[in-house]
C-alpha cells in the first residue's frame, strides 16, 4: 500500500530514500523546498489530515537535525513519517503552522529544545517548558544531562549508582569468570 | 532531621561555582519601573518589586505562651492538618484516594485548604522541577507560621529515578525546611497516613519548628534557591 | 420591657450555648454529607480542634484596616442576630434583647455581616476575594429578596414587627404556626434560606474550583478563627429567626436543637447531590422561582 | 505582627501578568488558574485575561512537571527505559509501557507470545476504566459537585486492587515490558473483577443518576466548549474529544491493535460536542470497556508463555530504525516514535501524549469568551493531563 503511494507521489516530488516499515507505515525523506508542496499533496489530495507529531532527531555524526512530521490517513488507516535534513549549524525552518494550527506548539517546543527557529510560527520565542534556561537546548545530543545535573543539583550523600552490566557480572559471577 | 540540618550548616558545603550565564534572561517586563498615569491625571513612578512586596525577611517566632499552652496549640496543631492543595508532581494522585471512602483522612482532621493563607502543611508530591520549586518556595512564604512540610517519594529525597535530569532537584531539604520524608515511589495511601501519623508525633512533641529554622537560616536557604532558580525575578521574601 | 444588667450574662450564656451547639452541629452536618459519599467524615469534636489551630497560628499579616474590620463586622453580625431575636419563646434568660429590636433589625442583620465581608475581603486585593464579593453580594441579594418578602407577608399577617409577638401568635397548635397559616411565605423564604446558606446548588461564592476560595482567600490565623467562630453563629442565628417566624419558636433547648437540627438538615438534604449554579444561573432561579412566590404570598395576606 | 507591604497606591496592574491588553484601562484583569489551584488538571497553569465574567484570553503554562524523559531515555539502554516510562502519564501509566514495549519489540524483530498480547489489552482496558473514573469524578467536582468524586474514587480504589493483585503496585505496575508481560493471571482473578465490574456498574448508574441526570449538571455542561468537527483535523483532536463532536476517531477500530480486531466494540460517539456529550462519550466509553474486559476474560487463552526469549538485555542492540506505535488511551491517540541508531541505546524517543494539542491550542481557542466559572469545568471536560504534554 506504502509502495504504491510512494510510487506515484515519485512523479510528482522529488523525493528521497523510502523506507517501508509496516504495512500502514512508510517514511519518506524530502528536500526543503518540496516539503510544503508535498504535506499539501498529502493532506488534500491523499487523505493525510491528521498531523499526527512534529519531532526533530539530532543526528550530530552526520551533522544534521531530522525533522519528522507525521500523518495519519484515517480513512484508510495508514501514515506516513515525512523526513528533512536540516544541517545544524543552519537551523531556521519554514513554519507549516498554517496548514494544521497546532504545529505551532510542536515548533515552540523544538524551538525551546533543539533550538529550530521557526521565524514566522506565533508566539515561538515564547518560554513553553523551560522556565530560566541558560544553557544549550537540552534535547540537543552535545548537551550532556548527568553533568548538568550533577554540577547544578547537590547530592545527598549515600546514595549509590550501580552499572547494570558490571553488577549483575559481578552477581553471577563472583569469582569473574564470564562465560556469556 | 534538625540537628543533621545544623550539622550540615556548620560545614557549609561549598557548592558549585553557578555555571556562566549563556544568554541573559530579562527581566520580565511587568517587573520592570515603570511610569503609570493615575486616574486624575498625575503620573508616578512604580517600581514593582520594591512597591508591591514587603522587603523583609521572616522573624523567628517564638511561642510565648506558657508551656501548658504551648502544648494545647501543639496538639490542636497536630490534630488539624490543612494541607496545601498544590499537587506538585505525580504523588497527587494518591491524594483522592486518602480523602474518599477508602482512607478517608478526613477522620484525623486532615483535609485540604485551597490557599496558601490557611494551609498549614505543604505535601511536596514528588519531584520538582525548577519551575515549580519557584512557586513551592512562594507558596511556602505565603503560609503562616508554623508551618509544616513533607516530602513525598524517594525524588524529593535523593532525585529518585530522576537523578541524571537536568530539570529536577535532588534535594529538597537544601531548599525547604522538610519536617517528613515519606519513602517509595509512589508511596502508598497507608503509607502517608503513617507518615501524617508520625508527623503529628513530631508536631506534639514541639519539634517540627520548620518555619523558624527557614527564618533563622533565611540566607542560607536563599543562596541555594537562587542558585537552582536562575531567572530570580521575584521578591527575596513573599509575604 | 427594660434594659436590665442581668441580660448581659443571661445573654453571654445563650451565646455560648449556641457556640457550642454550633460548633457540634456543623461537624455533624459534614459527616452526614460524607455519608453520603461513603466516609465516616471528620470527627464530632473537628471544629473545635480548628478553631483553637487558627487562634494558635503565631504569624499574620495585614493589608489594611477593613482587612481586619472585615472578620469582625461579619462576627457582629452573626452575634447580633442572634441576640436580637428571642432563643426560646416565653423565657426570661434567654430572650435576650429582643425587646430592642424588630424584623427589619433583624433583616439589616443578615445583610451586615456580608457588608462588612465585602470591604475586608475587597481590602485584601486578592482577584478571587473580589470577584467572590461581587458574586456573593448579587447572589445575597437576590436570595434575600423572596425572604424580604415573606418576611413583610407575615408581617401583614400577624399584624406585628416584633418577633416576639409573631412567635406568640403562633403558639397554641402546630397548625397556628406559619407554615400552615401561610406556607406560599413560608415556601419563598426556605428557598431564600438555600441561597444564603452557602451549600450548593448556590455556593458559587465559595467556589474551591473556581475562585479558591472566593472572599475568605486572604484569611488566615485568627481572622480566619473569627470567621469560623461566626460561620457556627450566624446559620443558627438565621435559623432561629426562620424558627420563630415560620414554625411556631422554640420553648425549651431540646425544642430548639431539635428544630435548629431540621432545618439546617433541610439545606444540606437539598445541596448534598448538586453541583453549583454559576451567579447569574442563582439569581435567575431566584427570580423565577422564588420571587414570584414571595409576591404571591403577600398578595393571599 | 508582620510589617505589611504598603498598598496605598495599588494601581489597576497586578504584579502577576504581563499585560499587552491595554490592562490599565482598567477594563480587563489578568487571572492566573493554576498551577497553585485545585480547579485545575494537575500542575499546570491558565493565564486569563478576563472582561467583566468573561474569559478574553487564555494561555496555557506547562514544564512545571518536565522531567525531561526523552533527554533521560537516550542514556539509558532499553531495559532500563522500560521502569521510567510509565512515569510519564500518572492515572494511566500502562499506555506509555504499551507503546513503548510495541516500539522496542517491532524495531527488534521480537514476536510476543499470544497470550501476551490478550494480558496487555486487558491491562490497558483496566487503565482506561481508572482513567475514565477519575475523569468523571473530576467533572463533577469541576462544576461542584464532589460526592461524585468520592463514590468513583471508591470504585477506582476496587479496580486499583485488581491491579495490585495482577501486577503488586497500584498505580505504576511496570507490568508491560518488551517481549510480554510479566506475570500470568493470577487464580481465581475471573471471579473478582467480575465482582468488581459489578461494583463499578452500580456505582456509574448511580453516577448516571445523580449526575447526568441533575438539572443543574445539564445547565452547566450543555453547550459549553463546543468543538467545531472541522477543528478535529486542523488541531490534532484525537478520542472521546473528537468523538463527542461526530468523528468516530478510534484507533482500537481504526488500526486495530493487540487483539482488538478479535473483540467486539464500537465506537461511541456523540455529536453535540459539549461538555456534557464529552462527559457522556467517556461514561458510555467506560461501560464499552468494562464489557471488553469480559470478552478478554471469557475469549483468551488459558494456556501459553507470557514471555518472549529475549537476548542479554544487558547486551541489547537494536539495528538502526525509526517507528511510530499508537494506541487509544481515555484521552485519545497515544502513541510512541522510536528511533534507533543500531547502539544499546534509543537514539531519540519521543511521545505523543493526546493532552498536547488539547490543552495547548485547542484549549486556547476555546476558552475564549467563557465564563470564569466554567473554565475549570471546561479544562476538564478535555481530560488533560499535563505531565504528557511536557513529559
Redesign the interface.
Known amino acids: 500500500m506504502m509502495q504504491s503511494l510512494y510510487d506515484r507521489l515519485k512523479d510528482r516530488f522529488n523525493l528521497g530514500e523510502f523506507?517501508g516499515?509496516?504495512a500502514?507505515?512508510a517514511?519518506v525523506t524530502v528536500s526543503r523546498e518540496q516539503l510544503r508542496p508535498l504535506l499539501l499533496h498529502l493532506r488534500d489530495l491523499e487523505g493525510f489530515?491528521?498531523?499526527?507529531?512534529l519531532?526533530?532527531?539530532?543526528w550530530i555524526e552526520d551533522d544534521t537535525f531530522q525533522l519528522?512530521y507525521?500523518l495519519n490517513d484515517?480513512a484508510r488507516?495508514r501514515?506516513i513519517?515525512v523526513r528533512l535534513m536540516l544541517p545544524r549549524d543552519d537551523t531556521q525552518m519554514d513554519s507549516i503552522h498554517d496548514l494544521?494550527?497546532?504545529a505551532?506548539?510542536y515548533q515552540r517546543e523544538l524551538r525551546e529544545m533543539f533550538g529550530i527557529d521557526f521565524p514566522d510560527s506565533p508566539r515561538v520565542n515564547e518560554?513553553?517548558?523551560?522556565?530560566?534556561?541558560?544553557?544549550?537546548p537540552?534535547?540537543r545530543?552535545e548537551?550532556d544531562?548527568?553533568r548538568?545535573?550533577?554540577?547544578?543539583?547537590?547530592?545527598?550523600p549515600?546514595?549509590e549508582?550501580h552499572d547494570?552490566?558490571t553488577y549483575?557480572k559481578q552477581q553471577l559471577y563472583p569469582d569473574g569468570e564470564d562465560n556469556? | 532531621m534538625k540537628d543533621e540540618l545544623d550539622k550540615r550548616l556548620d560545614n557549609q558545603p561549598d557548592g558549585p561555582e553557578r555555571r556562566g550565564s549563556l544568554k541573559d534572561i530579562p527581566v520580565r517586563e511587568e517587573l520592570l519601573p515603570r511610569w503609570v498615569k493615575g486616574p486624575e491625571g498625575q503620573e508616578y513612578v512604580v517600581e514593582p518589586l520594591q512597591d508591591y512586596f514587603c522587603q523583609a525577611g521572616p522573624t523567628v517566632q517564638t511561642p510565648a505562651y506558657t508551656r501548658i499552652i504551648e502544648d494545647l496549640f501543639n496538639w490542636a496543631r497536630a490534630e488539624s492538618l490543612w494541607i496545601l492543595g498544590f499537587g506538585t508532581g505525580c504523588g497527587a494522585i494518591e491524594m483522592r484516594p486518602l480523602m474518599t471512602p477508602r482512607f478517608d483522612a478526613y477522620r484525623y482532621g486532615i483535609q485540604w485548604r485551597p490557599t496558601p493563607r490557611q494551609a498549614n502543611l505543604f505535601v511536596i508530591s514528588g519531584y520538582l522541577s525548577v519551575k515549580t520549586l519557584k512557586r513551592a518556595i512562594r507558596s511556602y512564604e505565603q503560609m503562616q507560621n508554623p508551618k509544616y512540610v513533607v516530602g513525598l517519594g524517594s525524588c524529593t529525597i535523593n532525585g529518585g529515578m530522576y537523578w541524571d535530569s537536568y530539570n529536577t532537584i535532588k534535594r529538597l531539604d537544601d531548599y525547604l525546611p522538610v519536617d517528613l520524608y515519606i519513602t517509595g515511589c509512589m508511596p502508598r495511601p497507608e503509607a502517608l497516613l503513617q507518615g501524617f501519623d508520625d508527623l503529628k508525633k513530631l508536631i506534639r512533641a514541639g519539634k517540627a519548628e520548620g518555619a523558624n529554622h527557614y527564618a533563622e537560616h533565611f540566607d542560607w536557604y536563599k543562596a541555594n534557591q537562587k542558585r537552582v532558580i536562575k531567572d530570580w525575578d521575584m521578591p527575596d521574601y513573599s509575604w | 420591657m427594660q434594659f436590665e444588667w442581668i441580660m448581659v450574662p443571661y445573654s453571654l450564656l445563650t451565646l455560648f450555648i449556641v457556640v457550642n451547639y454550633g460548633l457540634l452541629l456543623t461537624a455533624l452536618m459534614q459527616k452526614i454529607g460524607a455519608r453520603v459519599g461513603r466516609r465516616h467524615g471528620i470527627p464530632i469534636w473537628q471544629n473545635y480542634v480548628d478553631l483553637i489551630k487558627n487562634y494558635g497560628i503565631r504569624s499574620s499579616i495585614t493589608h489594611g484596616v477593613m482587612f481586619y474590620l472585615g472578620p469582625v463586622f461579619r462576627l457582629t453580625g452573626g452575634v447580633g442576630l442572634l441576640l436580637f431575636v428571642p432563643t426560646l419563646y416565653g423565657s426570661e434568660m434567654f430572650s435576650n434583647l429582643s425587646f430592642a429590636g424588630d424584623l427589619i433589625l433583624a433583616l439589616y442583620f443578615i445583610f451586615f455581616g456580608s457588608l462588612g465581608m465585602a470591604l475586608g475581603a475587597g481590602e485584601s486585593g486578592h482577584p478571587h476575594s473580589a470577584i467572590g464579593v461581587s458574586r456573593g453580594l448579587s447572589q445575597v441579594t437576590t436570595a434575600e429578596l423572596p425572604f424580604a418578602l415573606a418576611v413583610f407577608a407575615i408581617a401583614l399577617q400577624y399584624q406585628t414587627l416584633s418577633v416576639t409577638e409573631i412567635v406568640a401568635a403562633q403558639q397554641g397548635s402546630v397548625w397556628n404556626w406559619t407554615l400552615f397559616t401561610n406556607p406560599l411565605a413560608v415556601a419563598a423564604a426556605m428557598l431564600s434560606f438555600l441561597g444564603s446558606m452557602m451549600r450548593p446548588p448556590f455556593d458559587v461564592v465559595l467556589a474551591p474550583q473556581e475562585i479558591p476560595i472566593g472572599p475568605p482567600t486572604e484569611y488566615h490565623s485568627s481572622y480566619l478563627a473569627l470567621m469560623q467562630t461566626n460561620r457556627v453563629i450566624f446559620p443558627i442565628a438565621k435559623i432561629v429567626v426562620y424558627m420563630n417566624l415560620f414554625f411556631g419558636g422554640a420553648a425549651t433547648w431540646p425544642v430548639f436543637f431539635l428544630k435548629v437540627f431540621l432545618i439546617y438538615f433541610f439545606s444540606l438534604f437539598v445541596g448534598v447531590v448538586f453541583p453549583r449554579f454559576r451567579v447569574e444561573q442563582s439569581v435567575r432561579w431566584f427570580l423565577v422561582w422564588a420571587l414570584p412566590l414571595g409576591i404571591a404570598a403577600i398578595l393571599v395576606v | 505582627m508582620a510589617e505589611y507591604p504598603d498598598r496605598s497606591q495599588y494601581p489597576a496592574h497586578l504584579p502577576d501578568g504581563s499585560c499587552d491588553i491595554d490592562l490599565s484601562s482598567g477594563k480587563y484583569l489578568k487571572l492566573w488558574q493554576g498551577p497553585n489551584h485545585p480547579g485545575i488538571t494537575g500542575n499546570m497553569s491558565v493565564e486569563l485575561t478576563v472582561c467583566g465574567d468573561e474569559v478574553v484570553e487564555g494561555r496555557t503554562h506547562v514544564g512545571y512537571l518536565h522531567r525531561g524523559f526523552e533527554k533521560l531515555m537516550e542514556r539509558r539502554t532499553f531495559i532500563q527505559c522500560f521502569p521510567i516510562v510509565c512515569r510519564i502519564c500518572v492515572p494511566e501509566p500502562d499506555f506509555n509501557e504499551y507503546c513503548y514495549a510495541a516500539a522496542v519489540e517491532e524495531l527488534a524483530g521480537v514476536e510476543v507470545p499470544e497470550k501476551a498480547n490478550w494480558i496487555r489489552t486487558l491491562i490497558l482496558e483496566m487503565g482506561r476504566v481508572n482513567s475514565y473514573l477519575m475523569y468523571l469524578g473530576g467533572q463533577a467536582g469541576a462544576f461542584g459537585q464532589g460526592v461524585i468524586g468520592q463514590w468513583t474514587t471508591y470504585a477506582r480504589d476496587l479496580m486499583l486492587d485488581r491491579f495490585e493483585e495482577l501486577t503488586g503496585a497500584r498505580i505504576y505496575h511496570m507490568f508491560i515490558l518488551p517481549g510480554g508481560v510479566r506475570d500470568d493471571l493470577p487464580e481465581g482473578f475471573d471471579q473478582r473483577m467480575e465482582e468488581t465490574l459489578r461494583e463499578i456498574e452500580s456505582t456509574l448508574a448511580d453516577v448516571h443518576d445523580t449526575m447526568f441526570r441533575n438539572a443543574v449538571f445539564k445547565k452547566r455542561a450543555m453547550g459549553l466548549g463546543r468543538v467545531d468537527p472541522a477543528w478535529v483535523d486542523e488541531y490534532g483532536v484525537t478520542g472521546p474529544v473528537a468523538r463527542a463532536a461526530g468523528v468516530a476517531k478510534d484507533v482500537r477500530s481504526d488500526q486495530p491493535y493487540l487483539v482488538y480486531r478479535e473483540l467486539d466494540l464500537e465506537p461511541v460517539i456523540a455529536h453535540e460536542s459539549d461538555a456534557y456529550a464529552r462527559a457522556d462519550v467517556r461514561r458510555r466509553d467506560l461501560l464499552m470497556s468494562v464489557d471488553l474486559i469480559r470478552q478478554v476474560l471469557a475469549r483468551m487463552p488459558r494456556k501459553g508463555p507470557v514471555m518472549a526469549t529475549l537476548p542479554n538485555v544487558l547486551h541489547w542492540k537494536i539495528p538502526r530504525g525509526e517507528t511510530y506505535v499508537r494506541g487509544e488511551c481515555s484521552r485519545g491517540e497515544y502513541g510512541y516514535y522510536l528511533v534507533t541508531d543500531g547502539s544499546g541505546y534509543p537514539r531519540r524517543v519521543n511521545v505523543r501524549g493526546p493532552s498536547y494539542t488539547h490543552a495547548m491550542a485547542l484549549l486556547e481557542k476555546l476558552i475564549v469568551n467563557v465564563n470564569i466559572s466554567d473554565v475549570a469545568g471546561l479544562l476538564v471536560s478535555l481530560h488533560t493531563y499535563p505531565p504528557e504534554i511536557e513529559r
Do not use: S
Open positions: 523506507t516499515r509496516r500502514d507505515l517514511f489530515t491528521h498531523l499526527v507529531l519531532t526533530a532527531v539530532d519528522t507525521l484515517r488507516a501514515d513519517g494544521w494550527p497546532t505551532a506548539t518560554d513553553f517548558i523551560l522556565e530560566g534556561w541558560v544553557d544549550i537540552p534535547y545530543r548537551f544531562t548527568l548538568f545535573a550533577r554540577e547544578t543539583y547537590p547530592e545527598r549515600g546514595r549508582t547494570p552490566a549483575m556469556g
